[in-house]
């Protein structure tokens, strides 16, 4: 079964960075995009960006192109989230979700969550 | 970027009420349209995609149209299960934008 499990929770300060991981279980890795929303508390699903697990082509957001870095590693399925200098309105939880076909398709996988709180 | 409007952003209706919420995009992007159910503190789950395709598993008192820039998510019978935030989103390309979400309550 399709499994997507993220790393655990994460207290930052204002200005740190934080690394997020996704690791894929349950099928072919590099034959499906993922990408990553989050959701500040109480607000809506924002979209991140997305990576193509097999090249590891990347396409961000236009907000987050100077702070996020998305990267994957083929041997352990795993792809990884990375935002810079983080401000308080950073503060939500991270999800990584899988795209479920081959082109331009949803998001049929999300992984659990991983709540990023950014604190002085 | 295309926008999204979703509407209304909240409603309360009664057990078995029909319910309509829609999602306007200010370009057409043909049927690339999904609707997503979150109940609060877990994961969005995919309930219909291309518009109109009922996801494996979801009941069949959801259903989706539209096509172009307007699109409707129904709930034919609203159950007490369906408590949740609804969401649209364009997936024709980057950025895959959500709409601001929809929350449904039991009158």
């Known amino acids: 079964q399709v499994q997507l499990v993220q790393s655990g929770a994460e207290v930052k300060k204002p200005g740190a960075s934080v690394k997020v991981s996704c690791k894929a279980s349950?099928?072919?890795?590099?034959?499906?995009?993922m990408h990553w929303v989050r959701q500040a508390p109480g607000q809506g699903l924002e979209w991140m960006g997305i990576?193509?697990?097999?090249?590891?082509?990347?396409s961000y957001a236009q907000k987050f192109q100077r702070r996020l870095t998305m990267t994957r590693d083929t041997s352990t399925s795993t792809v990884y989230m990375e935002l810079t200098s983080l401000r308080s309105e950073d503060a939500a939880v991270y999800y990584c979700?899988?795209?479920?076909?081959?082109?331009?398709?949803?998001?049929?996988?999300w992984g659990q969550g991983t709540l990023v709180t950014v604190s002085s | 970027d295309i926008q999204m409007t979703q509407s209304p952003s909240s409603l309360s209706a009664s057990v078995g009420d029909r319910v309509t919420i829609t999602c306007r995009t200010s370009q057409g992007i043909s049927n690339y349209l999904a609707w997503y159910q979150q109940k609060p503190g877990k994961v969005p789950k995919l309930l219909i995609y291309a518009a109109s395709t009922l996801q494996s598993g979801v009941p069949s008192r959801f259903s989706g149209s539209g096509s172009g820039t307007d699109f409707t998510l129904t709930i034919s019978s609203l159950q007490p299960e369906d408590v949740a935030t609804y969401y649209c989103q364009k997936y024709n390309s980057a950025p895959q934008t959500f709409g601001q979400g929809t929350k449904v309550e039991i009158k």
């Open positions: 990576i193509n697990p097999s090249g590891g082509s990347t």
């Open positions: 349950g099928y072919t890795f590099t034959s499906y995009y």
């Open positions: 979700a899988r795209e479920m076909g081959v082109v331009s398709s949803p998001f049929d996988y």
